[in-house]
Nanobody
Framework: VQLQAFGGGLVQAGGFLSLSCTAS????????MGWYRQNPGNQRDLVAS???????DYADAVAGRFYISGDFTRKSVYLQMNTLKPEDTAAYYC???????????????WGQGTLVTVSS
């Protein structure tokens, strides 16, 4: 299972950006997709996640500003980021929790980071 992320870039505070991520491969089913973010020297923190049943979870820091959605027929997840703040600046990593068909073990893969920079 591989992930490819798109989006990110530079935006002024108060602006918006969107990220998208698509999983590829065969023979697997998705449990959850989402986004983490990380700055150098810091741990990778959850931003938002969504299950295939549509249950979304957000970090307190982004709740009410960011919106996650998924199109699991396309094995894709999207993150709409509104009212961006300088503290949202980070590398954003897409992830997918998945399992092979007929198996119970849940695995997790990460995409490449995409940089979001919010200027003040």
């Amino acid at each position: 299972v591989q992930l490819q992320a798109f989006g990110g870039g530079l935006v002024q505070a108060g602006g918006f950006l969107s990220l998208s991520c698509t999983a590829s491969g065969s023979g697997f089913s998705i449990e959850t997709m989402g986004w983490y973010r990380q700055n150098p020297g810091n741990q990778r923190d959850l931003v938002a996640s969504i299950t295939t049943s549509g249950v979304a979870d957000y970090a307190d820091a982004v709740a009410g500003r960011f919106y996650i959605s998924g199109d699991f027929t396309r094995k894709s997840v999207y993150l709409q980021m509104n009212t961006l703040k300088p503290e949202d600046t980070a590398a954003y990593y897409c992830y997918v929790a998945w399992r092979y068909y007929g198996r119970t073990k849940i695995r997790q893969n990460w995409g490449q980071g995409t940089l979001v920079t919010v200027s003040s």
